[in-house]
């Protein structure tokens, strides 16, 4: 009794062996959104509801970033090669922390978010434009800076020079 | 005597003439053969070892079957993974490509390898020990990722990626003439204006990439319909050259190629559910030569297959709040 039952044992464990290798179950396969990246906490506008003007990676920093625009910011981002956006245009700048993807040894995709910026051109009551500049931190991602002026900030001056990715 | 019985005697007969035809299938052999070794892969003396041990049986002109795999049918099954995986992946001959070649073949392997993909599992099961161990893994991944930090992009190609740019916006307005992919797939023009379902950094290839969703895509990424995805959905995947400035940041530099996924199971049922297209350069040219071409997306995508042979893990949040 004792031998076949062995026997039959092993038969199932070889089985299982070979059922396991077939199956190619892999968890780095299983099918996810990627909620980690979310943007949490409240933000004036989504920019993941707008288009996407370009993107830049910061290796030293391990952050990836990408600059979404309104109507028109895009729009004049893809028409002109200057930095004079017009009354109305509001950027948005998404930083996320990046991570290994794990389907892909190679590449590095967005992981929890550590910054969202806009700036917003508004015309004043003189007719000059004025700029505001706002970022969020944290998570859930709350306002953690705030200015407004006749001339845009050095960091917002940055993200208003990013020229628009090609995109033929 | 039982000898004497017709029963008996049958089974006799049987397996008599299954013996036959088990040794006579035996000189049904297609030869193996191994060509001189012409290129083989320069590699550390730790990374050869596991590629010797894992990977050469099939992928280099250093076939050693074990017995086992000399008894037809197994002979036959072997010869056919030897030519196939040779065709696509040599390493007696590897040498004979561009750096750039060889490393991207290297890295598609590591992740074949990290996805249960390769060594086959079916060859896994039969072969004990030739399955790439966790530590044999991270010693291939680290022989491909040595920390380096990024130099600023050469002039030239800086001068290249901004007469692209100019170029561009000049013709900002025009809708270009894209010829079709041979499959069929045409260039759809409005994918500039789909929204985001996440990015990456392909720092295997020097590419940074966008993945954008139709409206069919982000619906579906919202009620969490992604496998399979819907029929109607397309996704773009829009790469650029990875242009690092004086501070070490990677802008977008020339645009290299978009490429499309369009979702109909019964148009596409060939080629997995999918219609697969592809145009490079800023003159958006197709890639494939023929129709067949598409073969070679869906090679590349099946370690995902059952992701719906889909890589990206969408974002979250694209569907609310869209105020202007």
């Not at chain 2, 392997?109 to 060859?123: D, E, F, R, W």
């Not at chain 2, 020990?129 to 050469?154: C, D, F, M, N, W």
């Not at chain 2, 170029?167 to 994918?191: L, T």
Request: with cysteine; proline share 8%; glycine share 8%.
């Amino acid at each position: 009794m004792r031998a076949p039952m062995k026997c039959t044992g092993l038969l199932c464990a070889g089985l299982l062996v070979i059922a396991a290798g077939c199956s190619g179950a892999n968890s780095r396969v299983a099918t996810h959104i990627n909620q980690e990246a979310a943007l949490t906490g409240n933000l004036p506008y989504n920019p993941l509801a707008w288009k996407v003007i370009t993107s830049w990676i910061d290796e030293q920093n391990g952050t990836m970033s990408t600059l979404f625009g309104n109507d028109a910011a895009v729009q004049y981002a893809r028409n002109n090669s200057g930095h004079d956006y017009p009354s109305g245009a509001v950027l948005a700048a998404v930083t996320w922390s990046q991570q290994e993807d794990p389907r892909w040894f190679g590449a590095g995709i967005p992981s929890s978010p550590k910054s969202v910026e806009f700036v917003s051109v508004i015309k004043g009551a003189d007719q000059k434009p004025s700029w505001s500049y706002e970022k969020y931190e944290g998570s859930p991602l709350k306002e953690s800076s705030k200015a407004e002026a006749s001339v845009p900030g050095d960091r917002a001056a940055w993200l208003l020079a990013q020229r628009a990715a090609v995109m033929p | 005597m039982a000898t004497g019985s017709p029963r008996a005697k049958a089974v006799v007969w049987i397996a008599v003439l299954l013996c036959i035809v088990f040794i006579g299938i035996q000189f049904i052999r297609p030869a193996i053969e191994n060509p001189p070794v012409t290129a083989e892969i320069q590699a550390p003396p730790a990374v050869k070892q596991i590629l010797r041990s894992s990977c050469y049986n099939c992928h280099s002109d250093e076939t050693k079957l074990p017995w086992y795999d000399q008894v037809a049918p197994a002979y036959w099954l072997a010869e056919r993974d030897v030519e196939k995986g040779r065709m696509a992946l040599n390493f007696s001959e590897i040498g004979e490509l561009s750096a750039a070649q060889q490393k991207g073949l290297l890295f598609e392997a590591i992740n074949q390898i990290q996805l249960g993909v390769m060594p086959l599992p079916a060859y896994r099961a039969i072969h004990p020990g030739s399955a790439v161990t966790p530590e044999q893994l991270e010693i291939l991944r680290a022989y491909l990722h040595p920390p380096a930090p990024k130099q600023a992009a050469p002039q030239a190609q800086v001068q290249a990626a901004d007469a692209q740019y100019e170029a561009w916006q000049h013709a900002a307005n025009a809708i270009p003439a894209v010829q079709p992919e041979p499959n069929g797939i045409a260039f759809i023009p409005d994918y500039k204006n789909w929204r985001v379902i996440s990015s990456t950094d392909r720092f295997d290839n020097h590419t940074m990439r966008e993945i954008l969703g139709n409206e069919i895509a982000i619906k579906a990424i919202a009620e969490h319909r992604i496998n399979p995805w819907p029929d109607g959905t397309v996704f773009a995947k829009v790469a650029w050259a990875q242009q690092p400035d004086a501070q070490g940041i990677s802008h977008t530099g020339a645009f290299v190629q978009v490429e499309l996924m369009i979702r109909d199971q019964k148009k596409y049922a060939a080629t997995k559910g999918w219609g697969w297209g592809r145009w490079r350069g800023a003159d958006l040219k197709p890639y494939g030569r023929d129709a067949s071409f598409a073969h070679e997306c869906v090679d590349c995508h099946k370690p995902v297959r059952k992701n719906d042979y889909v890589y990206t893990a969408p974002l979250a949040g694209q569907g609310t709040g869209g105020q202007q």
